[in-house]
T-cell receptor, first 113, second 114 residues
Framework: DAKTTQPTSMDCAEGRAANLPCNHS???????VYWYRQIHSQGPQYIIH???NNETNEMASLIITEDRKSSTLILPHATLRDTAVYYC??????????????FGQGTELSVKP | DTAVSQTPKYLVTQMGNDKSIKCEQN?????MYWYKQDSKKFLKIMFS???????INETVPNRFSPKSPDKAHLNLHINSLELGDSAVYFC?????????????FGAGTRLSVL
């Protein structure tokens, strides 16, 4: 699975959009980009994933560059409850891969009032 | 109704003891996992089971033995507990279908070995 690089920490004002970048320059054609987050003292929570097209769901939007070497997770209107560590993970989604997620250090997002 | 539930939530025990952590999922998923999060907050996969069959074992000491009585349960038994086993252990589950390999995590079991 390709390696990802994320900033260690970011701040965002409440109500503003939070844009979390992720570099994955060695990504392969069959690897998806997944985003999870971990709110303090809780289990990780799935947010969104994509292969090459931009994706949006009720939680966030995922923008993947055309060359797929980087992506951005967008929380459109951050709230204090979005304060968490956000993990960008690249992996092959295949039946025989076992499904393991390799978590890096993630980005610690602090949403401030 | 909790999708992935782990018990106990907290576990405090002495070195050398044997303990078990239980995990159950009611999502109908085929695959279950154990992850360990150490004091530095790094999350690492330990085991993965698909339909009761072990498919990932990430060089975990053999004092750790997962057991899957059915595809809705994956328990973790730890023998001869050591100080370094202190961590938060998370159970997760997912469907096998590739594009739907979204993992749902439990709330974690905080193990403290004294």
């Amino acid at each position: 699975d390709a390696k990802t690089t994320q900033p260690t920490s970011m701040d965002c004002a409440e109500g503003r959009a939070a844009n979390l970048p992720c570099n994955h320059s060695t990504i392969s054609g069959n690897e998806y980009v997944y985003w999870y987050r971990q709110i303090h003292s809780q289990g990780p929570q799935y947010i969104i994933h994509g292969l090459k097209n931009n994706e949006t769901n009720e939680m966030a939007s995922l923008i993947i560059t055309e060359d797929r070497k980087s992506s951005t997770l967008i929380l459109p209107h951050a709230t204090l409850r979005d304060t968490a560590v956000y993990y960008c993970i690249v992996r092959v989604a295949a039946y025989n891969q076992g499904g393991k997620l390799i978590f890096g250090q993630g980005t610690e997002l602090s949403v401030k009032p | 109704d909790t999708a992935v539930s782990q018990t106990p939530k907290y576990l405090v025990t002495q070195m050398g003891n044997d303990k078990s952590i239980k995990c159950e999922q009611n999502l109908g998923h085929d695959t279950m996992y154990w992850y360990k999060q150490d004091s530095k907050k790094f999350l690492k996969i330990m085991f993965s089971y698909n339909n009761k069959e072990l498919i990932i074992n990430e060089t975990v000491p053999n004092r750790f033995s997962p057991k899957s009585p059915d595809k809705a349960h994956l328990n973790l038994h730890i023998n001869s507990l050591e100080l370094g086993d202190s961590a938060v252990y998370f159970c997760a589950s997912s469907q096998v279908a590739p594009a739907k390999n979204i993992q749902y995590f439990g709330a974690g079991t905080r193990l403290s070995v004294l």
